[in-house]
């Protein structure tokens, strides 16, 4: 009898390189072969594969034939730990697996990381970057992130200057506040490390050449540069983007979605424009009651995209975003779970980042964080001190300040009890799946070679095949569709054997069908009824004379 291989551990000392979560990934899929299988969408830009996990149980059915739901996460380069918590995820369904049958009923496809290039980036160097930045043509006068001093890391470059905007803070000299009227010099300006591209020696640097902003990149409201900063050159231009949207739309048993992030802890739901006004009234309902059970779970706030900002702030707009796309163009209930930053982990709560209604008081927000982090016994390098450095073009510099892949993340220690509560969430999203089943199979003789062959086909599942009111219209939702094959040597005498029952709603919806075939004497065999159900999975059967 073959050893059976543990499912291996997850640690949360620190976060992953490509090539560390590949190799978790390997072991997932070689531990557990019948309920985990290793694939790519594709390759990114320069040559990473991006994973895809299928996390059921294969022994029981194909996983195109179940219900499904999508896991992404790192869309955002910097936005690490939600590859963590995708991780998380995938192994504790594998381990829970003895205990419940819900990979049997639903097959979990799982992206941990879209965006393998950009966070290798900011892994292993702390460089700071949206999703990418286009570098293929770069522009005089334009400061291009770089390790100039050596040290393996990516920070900052404070140097003297009569205008400089910033001072270093006479309660924490460590950080630098907005320069006053009355404030004391010396001043700083502050600039990424890196070196200018031919740079004429003025003080108009620019930072960086074009960056992308991949949730921007979806295809619902999508809006072209400058109106929509990052959105790239079309829907979907971005190659990573484009192999999940095939994905998506070549997988019609999707009936639900959620995307990780890293932000100011939340559980955020649509509309990402407009208003919750805006969307079918039963579905902003049924978003919003599940959204709640996220919140329990997680202990995050609910909050629409619309209101994801400070107190001082305007409604957003965020076109071409992952939520009204995954609504208005897929018909499903998605969310997006914010996992929180360091800022979280220092105890600030989500309320009181967005409260802060003065420069004052976000300065005095990071001055509790660095107080915070001094009093950690076992802490994150999340602060490089100030060091002088001769810059090649600029002269005497100082490097130093925040590693960004830390400050715009929570703590991988935290981030084990943040993902603890996301896997409950997603559990309670995916046992809502719609279930389309045959029943009631029965066979009547009628007289001489005739059967009279009835079945009921019903949905006992919680969501509707069509998930949402908005859904009912979308092509993407395919409905239920029953495909009759009469048996060799049988003969079908009704009207039609092929049927599109439409969508069925969830729990008690069903529909009763009934044909007469001729089928010769000892031919045992009547026919197979298929069953395509879309969102709520594929069924058939093979029926007999003798179905009772």
Same mark, same amino acid.
């Given at each position: 009898?073959?050893?059976?291989?543990?499912?291996?551990?997850?640690?949360?000392?620190?976060?992953?390189?490509?090539?560390?979560?590949?190799? #978790?990934?390997?072991?997932?899929?070689?531990? &557990?072969?019948?309920?985990?299988?290793?694939?790519?969408?594709?390759?990114?830009?320069?040559?990473?594969?991006?994973?895809?996990?299928?996390?059921?149980?294969?022994?029981?059915?194909?996983?195109?034939?179940?219900?499904?739901?999508?896991?992404?996460?790192?869309?955002?380069?910097?936005?690490?730990?939600?590859?963590?918590?995708?991780?998380?995820?995938?192994?504790?369904?594998?381990?829970?697996?003895?205990?419940?049958?819900?990979?049997?009923?639903?097959?979990?496809?799982?992206?941990?990381?879209?965006?393998?290039?950009?966070?290798?980036?900011?892994?292993?160097?702390?460089? &700071?970057?949206?999703?990418?930045?286009?570098?293929?043509?770069?522009?005089?006068?334009?400061?291009?992130?770089?390790?100039?001093?050596?040290? *393996?890391?990516?920070?900052?470059?404070?140097?003297?200057?009569?205008?400089?905007?910033?001072?270093?803070?006479?309660?924490?000299?460590?950080?630098?506040? &907005?320069?006053?009227?009355?404030?004391?010099?010396?001043?700083?300006?502050?600039?990424?490390?890196?070196?200018?591209?031919?740079?004429?020696?003025?003080?108009?640097?620019?930072?960086?050449?074009?960056?992308?902003?991949?949730?921007?990149?979806?295809?619902?409201?999508?809006?072209?540069?400058?109106?929509?900063?990052?959105?790239?050159?079309?829907?979907?231009?971005?190659?990573?983007?484009?192999?999940?949207?095939?994905?998506?739309?070549?997988?019609?048993?999707?009936?639900?979605?959620?995307?990780?992030?890293?932000?100011?802890?939340?559980?955020?739901?649509?509309?990402?424009?407009?208003?919750?006004?805006?969307?079918?009234?039963?579905?902003?309902?049924?978003?919003?009651?599940?959204?709640?059970?996220?919140?329990?779970?997680?202990? #995050?706030?609910?909050?629409?995209?619309?209101?994801?900002? *400070?107190?001082?702030?305007?409604?957003?707009?965020?076109?071409?975003?992952?939520?009204?796309?995954?609504?208005?163009?897929?018909? +499903? +209930?998605?969310?997006?779970?914010?996992?929180?930053?360091?800022?979280?982990?220092?105890?600030?709560?989500?309320?009181?980042?967005?409260?802060?209604?003065?420069?004052?008081?976000?300065?005095?927000?990071?001055?509790?964080?660095?107080?915070?982090?001094?009093?950690?016994?076992?802490?994150?390098?999340?602060?490089?001190?100030? &060091?002088?450095?001769?810059?090649?073009?600029?002269?005497?510099?100082?490097?130093?300040?925040?590693?960004?892949?830390?400050?715009?993340?929570?703590?991988?220690?935290?981030?084990?009890?943040?993902?603890?509560?996301?896997?409950?969430?997603?559990?309670?999203?995916?046992?809502?799946?719609?279930?389309?089943?045959?029943?009631?199979?029965?066979?009547?003789?009628?007289?001489?070679?005739?059967?009279?062959?009835?079945?009921?086909?019903?949905?006992?599942?919680?969501?509707?095949?069509?998930?949402?009111?908005?859904?009912?219209?979308?092509?993407?939702?395919?409905?239920?569709?029953?495909?009759?094959?009469?048996?060799?040597?049988?003969?079908?005498?009704?009207?039609?054997?092929?049927?599109?029952?439409?969508?069925?709603?969830?729990?008690?919806?069903?529909? #009763?069908?009934?044909? #007469?075939?001729?089928?010769?004497?000892?031919?045992?065999?009547?026919?197979?009824?298929?069953?395509?159900?879309?969102?709520?999975?594929?069924?058939?059967?093979?029926?007999?004379?003798?179905?009772?």
């Amino acid at each position: 009898m073959a050893k059976r291989v543990c499912v291996p551990s997850l640690p949360f000392r620190r976060f992953f390189t490509y090539q560390e979560m590949a190799e #978790f990934l390997k072991a997932l899929a070689a531990a &557990r072969p019948r309920l985990c299988r290793l694939g790519s969408l594709g390759r990114s830009r320069e040559g990473r594969e991006v994973y895809l996990l299928t996390v059921t149980d294969f022994d029981s059915g194909a996983p195109e034939d179940r219900p499904a739901y999508l896991i992404h996460g790192n869309i955002h380069a910097g936005e690490l730990a939600s590859t963590h918590a995708a991780l998380y995820t995938a192994r504790r369904l594998l381990v829970d697996h003895p205990r419940s049958d819900l990979l049997k009923r639903v097959t979990f496809y799982i992206v941990p990381r879209l965006n393998p290039d950009g966070a290798e980036f900011v892994v292993t160097t702390s460089e &700071r970057v949206r999703s990418r930045t286009d570098r293929t043509e770069l522009e005089p006068n334009t400061l291009y992130q770089e390790d100039v001093d050596g040290d *393996g890391l990516i920070l900052s470059m404070r140097q003297e200057h009569p205008d400089g905007p910033f001072v270093a803070d006479p309660e924490d000299p460590r950080l630098l506040i &907005r320069r006053r009227a009355n404030s004391q010099g010396p001043f700083y300006r502050v600039l990424p490390e890196g070196r200018i591209h031919t740079w004429d020696g003025t003080d108009r640097i620019r930072s960086e050449g074009r960056n992308f902003d991949w949730n921007r990149n979806w295809s619902y409201d999508w809006r072209p540069e400058p109106e929509q900063p990052g959105a790239g050159d079309f829907p979907f231009s971005e190659v990573e983007m484009r192999y999940l949207a095939e994905f998506i739309y070549s997988h019609p048993n999707l009936f639900g979605a959620l995307g990780y992030h890293t932000g100011a802890a939340a559980v955020l739901r649509p509309p990402s424009t407009g208003s919750v006004n805006d969307l079918d009234e039963a579905d902003d309902r049924m978003m919003e009651d599940l959204a709640r059970i996220g919140s329990k779970e997680t202990g #995050f706030p609910v909050i629409p995209v619309v209101k994801y900002h *400070g107190v001082r702030n305007r409604d957003i707009n965020l076109r071409g975003h992952f939520l009204n796309f995954g609504y208005h163009h897929l018909g +499903l +209930l998605v969310f997006e779970l914010e996992l929180g930053t360091i800022k979280d982990s220092a105890g600030i709560s989500t309320s009181e980042q967005f409260a802060a209604q003065t420069e004052e008081e976000q300065e005095a927000q990071m001055r509790r964080l660095l107080k915070w982090w001094d009093h950690q016994k076992s802490r994150d390098p999340l602060f490089q001190p100030w &060091r002088l450095f001769d810059h090649p073009q600029l002269g005497r510099v100082e490097i130093g300040g925040f590693l960004f892949r830390h400050l715009a993340n929570p703590t991988p220690s935290d981030l084990l009890r943040i993902s603890k509560g996301t896997y409950r969430f997603t559990l309670e999203n995916a046992r809502r799946h719609p279930r389309v089943v045959l029943e009631d199979v029965r066979v009547d003789a009628v007289g001489g070679s005739v059967y009279r062959v009835r079945v009921r086909v019903a949905n006992r599942g919680e969501f509707p095949t069509h998930i949402t009111n908005k859904g009912k219209s979308l092509r993407r939702l395919h409905t239920v569709r029953v495909e009759f094959y009469s048996a060799v040597g049988v003969g079908l005498l009704s009207a039609e054997g092929h049927v599109d029952l439409g969508h069925l709603p969830g729990v008690t919806g069903s529909q #009763f069908l009934e044909w #007469f075939v001729s089928a010769p004497e000892g031919n045992e065999d009547l026919c197979e009824i298929r069953v395509m159900g879309a969102a709520g999975g594929n069924v058939s059967r093979r029926v007999k004379k003798h179905e009772v």
